[in-house]
């Protein structure tokens, strides 16, 4: 079973793929001097090129773990995520409120994928 690290830095690997399963590092926003709107589309969009990097998609995604500021970006953020995410194919998710590496982000994911077969 081998283990393949993709953009592998000292601190993390952007990509990590394991028996059919994809784990991405934490995305978020490509400009944190945006509003929660953006920083989510903008965050969700990495997300898309991390997946088609790795083999995989959307549709394949196992889990997301959201983090948020605070909870009066839910509603918004929500909005994003569920126009991203294909009608049918919601993964497990959770979403807590948690502070953040720096100040201007707002909003952070982490998600765990199926490779396409």
């Known amino acids: 079973m081998t283990i393949e690290r993709i953009e ?14 994809i ?7 490509k400009d944190a001097e945006q509003d ?39 509603a918004e953020m929500n909005a994003v995520w569920d126009a991203w995410v294909p009608e049918g194919f919601a993964p497990a998710r959770a979403c807590v409120e948690a502070k953040m590496a720096r100040d201007a982000l707002l909003v952070e994911i982490s998600v765990v994928a199926a490779e396409k077969a």
């Open 36 to 74: 929660i709107t953006e920083q989510t589309r903008t965050m969700l969009e990495k997300v898309d090129t991390l997946l088609e990097q790795a083999g995989s998609d959307r549709e394949h995604i196992l889990s997301a773990t959201i983090y948020i500021k605070d909870m009066q970006y839910f």
């Open 23 to 29: 784990y991405l590092c934490g995305q978020v926003a």
């Open 8 to 21: 592998t830095a000292a601190r993390m690997s952007r990509i990590v793929k394991h028996n059919g399963t």
